[in-house]
């Protein structure tokens, strides 16, 4: 992240120095990858062919061949109107102004800025000259009985803009600067599109989970710069998949030593909608950094990050942290990934929760003198529903893994693939499975301890495969 300093508004975007590539891209580019551009131009070029087929088949070559996506909407719009609209016309003059000398067409992207990486594009729209000669044609241009200049090879370079592609260095670009011979997106032009929103490929995603993760920041880690495609962050940075399910207040907290710590929530599209913005100058100030955010049902990402300089001299850039999550929810936790022990695909849904308040509130921290109730409840696949079989409860603690036997109890698993089980019976649509009610961990003589519970479920037909959630729900008790 970058320090945020009031001179920040005041300094420049560079272009991003390239020495791989002729492509130019500043790292403005669209959230997601994908966005809508309304084409509705009537009238037919000398050739025969509709105004409109030069955009749309120019829409159609960049979906089908990178990764960005347009969608059209067959509506006429005003490219000069500010409206979040994008829009292609045209026009005698540029949106009141003059088109300069030799400009056949102008593309105007509006942008708004970001926590991370260079601003996003929120509009753009192209506006035609109409004062020149177009037509419609592939191949060179200048040939003999092909009068005016080709509008699909400029439909394919405005659209470049309005994706995000500055001109190219190199001749062999649909990018460069001049329209040329070249009529369908070249190697260089792809590799830009495939640079600028390929950072989520790029980069190493890590799965999230609840209790403690340990990690650390150094150069096999991702750069912001690498992320987003953009220059002037070059702090490491990394990258936690957290779906919800279930309406949630979670407080994420990463401790260092060491590492001056940055913790940001974005987005499925990755833009920043939350960051530890605690005063980075205040007395008792550490390298740890915490963040508590509440999350509608949606895709998110938990970002481990560090600032590009250090803003205490105490603190480095780069070292290990230890990550942990508390949330808060008003009803069970939802657990959206299955899995099976032959790696088939996983049936069944689980949703399971720990509650210190009769089922208020449901949460993963509580203090050792808490009165807990665990309880899971899971959806029986309806092709094993009326089948004899079993359900299971694992506790893993460290190392070791205990399961829930038919009395109530968690014994040592002897890791010999014979599952103790909670319950045996024929497997309705909806099954409830106590795992502890009124459990004070005090009371047995625990103070503090991390347990990670997973529950699952078998068919008497089939003892040895099991069928459970892939991320397990976490108990973190603290004195
Ligand atoms: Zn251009």
Redesign the pocket.
């Known amino acids: 992240m970058k320090r945020l300093l009031p001179l920040l508004l005041l300094i420049a975007h560079p272009m991003l120095a390239t020495s791989l590539h002729a492509f130019e891209i500043t790292g403005r580019k669209w959230p997601g990858g994908k966005t809508d551009f309304s084409i509705n131009l009537s009238g037919t070029a000398p050739s025969g062919i509709g105004w409109n087929s030069a955009f749309t088949s120019a829409i159609a070559e960049w979906n089908s061949r990178t990764p960005f996506q347009f969608t059209v909407i067959p509506e006429s719009q005003n490219p000069c109107t500010n409206d979040r609209i994008n829009a292609v016309d045209f026009a005698a003059d540029l949106c009141g102004g003059e088109f300069g000398k030799n400009v056949l067409a102008v593309?105007l992207n509006s942008y708004s800025t970001e926590i991370l990486g260079a601003p996003s594009i929120y509009e753009s729209d192209i506006v035609v000259n109409s004062g020149e000669n177009f037509n419609i044609f592939d191949g060179n241009l200048g040939r003999p009985g092909l009068p005016g200049l080709d509008l699909q090879r400029i439909a394919l370079?405005?659209l470049g803009?309005a994706i995000g592609l500055d001109?190219s260095a190199s001749v062999n670009a649909i990018?460069r600067?001049t329209i040329s011979n070249l009529f369908h997106l070249q190697a260089d032009d792809i590799l830009a599109v495939e640079t600028l929103y390929g950072g989520l490929a790029r980069c190493a995603v890590r799965e999230f989970r609840f209790g403690l993760i340990n990690d650390a920041l150094d150069e096999s880690d991702c750069t912001v710069e690498q992320l987003t495609a953009s220059v002037g962050d070059d702090s490491y940075i990394d990258l936690y998949r957290l779906d919800v399910a279930t309406r949630s207040t979670f407080n994420f907290a990463m401790n260092s030593s060491g590492l001056d710590s940055v913790l940001l929530v974005a987005n499925a599209n990755l833009q920043v909608i939350g960051y530890d913005d605690k005063p980075r100058s205040a007395p008792d100030r550490s390298c740890n950094s915490s963040l508590t955010i509440t999350l509608s049902p949606g895709s998110y990402y938990l970002l481990a990050n560090t600032f590009d300089e250090p803003l205490d001299a105490t603190c480095t850039t780069a070292g290990s942290y230890q990550l942990s999550t508390t949330f808060s929810s008003a009803s069970f936790l939802t657990f959206a990934a299955t899995e099976s022990f032959s790696g088939g695909p996983g049936f069944g849904q689980f949703s399971a929760g720990i509650t210190a308040n009769n089922g208020l509130s449901y949460s993963n921290r509580f203090r050792s003198t808490d009165s807990l109730d665990i309880n899971a409840t899971v959806a029986i696949d309806a092709a094993h529903q009326g089948q004899p079989g079993f359900l299971v409860v694992a506790a893993l603690i460290g190392n070791e893994i205990l399961m829930l036997n038919a009395e109530g109890e968690f014994v040592a698993y002897a890791n010999n693939g014979v599952f103790e089980r909670a319950i045996s019976k024929t497997l309705g649509s909806l099954e409830q499975v106590l795992i502890a009610s009124d459990l004070v961990p005090a009371s047995l003589g625990i103070t503090s301890i991390v347990v990670d519970f997973v529950v699952g479920y078998g068919l008497d037909s089939n003892p040895g495969e099991l069928y459970f959630h892939s991320t397990p729900l976490n108990l973190t008790v603290t004195p």
Do not use: A, L, Q, S
């Open positions: 593309t370079h405005e803009h001109h990018m600067p």
